[in-house]
């Protein structure tokens, strides 16, 4: 939209904080009266079945076997598909041995509640934590699974550390899962932002090198008007949006790097979670402080 140019990245052409329409608010009979009667059938066995869900994480192969068809019935995803760089798709034995363990701090981009959920379905381990970078370079816990879900709906908070450089310290993580949002954010999964300015990428390493493995995984969902939530919304509307599509095509896309060179340099983790260019690398002019002025903007137009 025309009214935005100022927060479209210059190099690439994209906007990384604007929602992705839903084709079916132009269809009134789609929009009015089948997604109505859709979500009506099956918001209360949505709702019944999260207590089973919630109590099988003691059980982790049961819990992922009843989560995988929570996801295709309810969110509509009828693939995750996990694959590593440098390894045959059919080489499922390496593929399973490289999957997300304990002690590993693996990099990844956000941009959906259900982000979360398909990094808890391939984990190796139940013992999954959120990190994010604040934009003051400290790291901050979101949680769970559960937790993080709820943070891709209302976006990065303006938590300040006064101890950043304490903060970077994950030993209080150690024998968990560490899944750490670079951008501080959610996008709309067009692209991977810098990292926050003041964050200190070579003193996390070396603080937490000794402890953790560092890998990086390359999220990518479709389509994007199911799934993303680039700008904050309620639980509700996602809720509403996905229960009460018809579309069982959403298909997810994780792609793992284990090999991130010795020297850890931005460019080099970045490029890496790009996929190669699959999501663009945008300047350094997008960050959490430019999301929230697109917020305030895109709110004030809509309103």
Do not use: W
Request: aromatic share 12%; hydrophobic share 40%; with cysteine.
């Amino acid at each position: 939209m025309e009214k935005f140019s100022d927060f479209r990245d210059k190099g690439t052409g994209i906007s990384p904080f604007m929602p992705i329409p839903n084709p079916d608010d132009d269809k009134v009979l789609m929009k009015y009266l089948i997604n109505p009667i859709v979500f009506a059938i099956k918001l209360p066995f949505a709702i019944a079945l999260v207590p089973l869900l919630l109590l099988t994480t003691i059980v982790p192969q049961l819990h992922k076997l009843l989560l995988g068809i929570y996801l295709t019935v309810f969110f509509n995803v009828k693939q995750v598909e996990f694959l590593v760089d440098g390894v045959k798709k059919s080489n499922t034995k390496v593929i399973n041995a490289k999957k997300p363990h304990i002690n590993d701090i693996v990099f990844i981009n956000f941009s959906s509640p259900l982000d979360s959920l398909a990094l808890d379905l391939t984990s190796q381990t139940r013992n999954n934590i959120f990190l994010y970078i604040a934009k003051d370079g400290s790291i901050q816990e979101i949680g769970s699974p559960k937790a993080a879900f709820i943070f891709a709906l209302t976006g990065a908070t303006s938590i300040q550390s006064n101890n950043v450089d304490e903060s970077l310290n994950l030993q209080k993580y150690k024998n968990k899962t560490v899944f750490l949002i670079i951008e501080g954010t959610t996008t709309n999964n067009k692209a991977i932002l810098k990292f926050p300015k003041a964050f200190n990428l070579k003193l996390f390493v070396e603080t937490n090198k000794s402890q953790f493995k560092f890998k990086a995984v390359n999220i990518k969902s479709h389509p994007t008007y199911l799934t993303v939530s680039p700008i904050p919304q309620s639980l509700h509307s996602f809720i509403y949006k996905n229960l009460s599509s018809i579309c069982f095509n959403v298909s997810y896309k994780l792609k793992l790097f284990d090999d991130l060179g010795t020297s850890f340099t931005e460019d080099n983790v970045r490029e890496k979670m790009s996929n190669f260019g699959r999501l663009k690398l945008i300047s350094e002019d997008f960050d959490v402080d430019t999301k929230a002025r697109f917020v305030k903007s895109y709110n004030r137009v809509k309103r």
